[in-house]
């Protein structure tokens, strides 16, 4: 399995007077193989969420029975995120991801038949492991194929697969039950989505792109010399030394790096708020606000649908207004989140909460993307994964559990108000760590035009001189 996984280089070269234009056109092959790929690891992991009805109906399950298995997706996912992501940087991404679908959908597929709850539950954290191996290869391709000056607009078209995915989880089930009957609810929840995850694995092999050394093209550095030449690390390989293990790449490159704790800890901030604003808004709107079903129904779906048009225009900003700063419009889309968590909050109107709840989840999404693509710029290609993977570990071990598990805590205990002002907490907490990293960036900026004179001027014009 391994071997299999291992990065193999083209035999042959593409031809010199070939290779920008073969690598232009390849690129966007393998942001299609990420893309679909991540959006299909939704499908294998939320549909758990339509299979909760069945489970307590036809097993005689508690819900404390499943949400003890919910944490442990949680759980196993977060930690598989982050060791997954580390490992993906000495694989080859093409067929790493493929895998995690083809192990996700045997999983579902077992899932489907099983009805002994600890066997059910070591399945479920055996899917939560499989998962972990979707977004390490994202972000590693982002960083191979596209210079710093796409990355805002690249990493908001791949991060709406995340809306894609969860999106199509609904229409997928509840059409096959209606097809199938409820009598056949485990074909209809895990098998039908097991099935298009296999294809999809299928077709990322087929028409995917792994590294550009892959096909026989050189590094983005050398390929597209040009673009490339913003770049805040430059490593001009696309992969680490053969003698490096996945743990010495984390503990040289990542460990010891600053920028990519503060970026971490700015997703953390982020998860939190997220999760507790999206676990609890059905049971806030209905039980606190006198919210109907409908009413509630509408403020969810626009909290999950309006992330997709404003994180495009976002990432279209930071590239072309902010000039591949990342952190700036995080700040400003974070502040928003505060102004509208205090409506959400303190107003009864169903108006003004439906709209809050809106922006909320229109702006939620930005500087969760932008934290991504703000981690695969401040560490070699070659550690695009490990970075990732810290990142992921943290945001749903402190983040995820933030949100929900302390959240949770606080608002039985002392009332929903404690509940937010948890969430505004960390919305301050999660300004402050986008400061911190946007600094962190104007020092490796900085740091930079020292050994390449070619970029003083550049950060001149770009860093004010007291900055």
Not at 226 to 254: G, K
Not at 274 to 280: D, E, P
Request: charged fraction near 15%.
């Amino acid at each position: 399995m391994l071997s299999y996984l291992k990065i193999r280089e083209a035999l042959v070269a593409v031809p010199e007077s070939e290779v920008r234009s073969t690598f232009l056109r390849l690129r966007w092959w393998a942001l299609f193989g990420v893309f679909i790929g991540y959006a299909t690891y939704y499908l294998v992991r939320n549909n758990f969420t339509f299979s909760t009805p069945f489970l307590v109906k036809e097993f005689g399950w508690t819900k404390a029975d499943v949400g003890v298995i919910s944490a442990y997706m949680l759980i196993a996912y977060g930690l598989s995120k982050g060791f997954m992501s580390s490992l993906a940087d000495k694989c080859d991404t093409r067929r790493f991801m493929a895998a995690g679908l083809v192990l996700s959908a045997g999983a579902n597929i077992v899932l489907g038949v099983v009805e002994v709850y600890w066997l059910f539950a070591v399945i479920v954290i055996a899917n939560g492991v499989f998962q972990g191996m979707g977004a390490g290869p994202s972000f590693i391709i982002i960083s191979k194929w596209f210079p710093r000056k796409m990355r805002g607009s690249v990493g908001a078209i791949w991060n709406i697969s995340h809306n894609l995915g969860g999106g199509m989880v609904a229409p997928l089930v509840t059409g096959a039950i209606a097809i199938l009957g409820t009598q056949y609810w485990g074909a209809s929840t895990y098998w039908v989505p097991a099935a298009v995850a296999l294809v999809v694995a299928a077709v990322i092999l087929s028409l995917g792109v792994s590294a550009p050394s892959s096909v026989g093209l050189p590094p983005m550095e050398v390929a597209l010399k040009e673009e490339a030449n913003s770049e805040l690390v430059h490593s001009h390989t696309d992969h680490a030394p053969e003698s490096m293990s996945a743990w010495q790449i984390f503990r040289h490159y990542v460990l010891p790096n600053k920028t990519v704790w503060f970026v971490s800890f700015v997703d953390v901030f982020v998860y939190a708020v997220r999760f507790g604003v999206l676990t609890f808004l059905p049971l806030y709107l209905l039980k606190e606000k006198g919210f109907s079903k409908a009413e509630m129904g509408v403020a969810f779906a626009v909290f999950e649908w309006a992330a997709i048009p404003s994180t495009l225009f976002a990432g279209l900003l930071t590239d072309k207004l902010f000039k591949g700063r990342r952190m700036p419009l995080a700040m400003i889309a974070m502040t928003i989140i505060l102004g509208a968590l205090y409506f959400y909050w303190s107003s009864s109107s169903i108006l003004v909460i439906s709209i809050a709840a809106g922006i909320i989840g229109g702006m939620i999404y930005i500087p969760q993307f932008l934290a991504s693509v703000q981690t695969i710029e401040v560490v070699p290609s070659f550690a695009v994964g490990s970075a990732t993977g810290l990142r992921g570990l943290m945001s749903y071990l402190l983040g995820a559990s933030t949100g929900t598990a302390l959240f949770g805590i606080l608002s039985e205990k002392f009332g929903w108000h404690a509940g937010f002002y948890l969430l505004i907490a960390c919305a301050v907490l999660c300004i402050v760590s986008c400061v911190l990293t946007h600094f962190g960036v104007i020092e490796m900026e900085r740091n930079r035009a020292t050994v390449d004179p070619d970029l003083v001027d550049e950060v001149k014009d770009a860093v004010p001189a007291k900055a």
